[in-house]
């Protein structure tokens, strides 16, 4: 995750995924969210994208995301986490942790 973008408290993050499947037969059909979680593990923005990704191959998705961000400093140390979520639409999802 990388903030491509930082007006007053206005933020733009952009977020890079990369997503394997590791079927050797069947195309990987599903959605990948990513959602950014302040200090309190509130969400505060999120995105969704649909993603295919054949047998066998890799996919690297970016996303982009606008928030009104709390601006970390010495004094006013602020964290935010990156949560992410990959679906497959024919065999569940797991929550994928980042920071």
């Known amino acids: 995750m990388a903030t491509t973008s930082l007006a ?7 977020i890079q995924t990369d997503i394997t499947n590791h079927s050797a037969v069947a195309t990987a059909n599903g ?10 593990n509130n969400p505060v923005a999120s995105v969704i994208s649909a ?9 690297v998705v ?3 995301v606008s928030f009104a961000a709390s601006l970390w400093s010495l ?10 979520t990959v679906s497959n639409q024919t ?5 994928m942790p980042g920071r």
Do not use: E
């Open 31 to 40: 959605s990948l969210t990513s959602t950014i979680l302040d200090a309190a």
């Open 91 to 95: 065999a569940g999802s797991g929550p």
């Open 62 to 64: 970016t996303q982009v």
């Open 75 to 84: 004094q006013t140390p602020y964290l935010y986490n990156l949560a992410i």
């Open 8 to 14: 007053g408290s206005n933020a733009t993050v952009a």
């Open 51 to 59: 993603v295919s990704v054949p047998p066998g191959q890799d996919l």
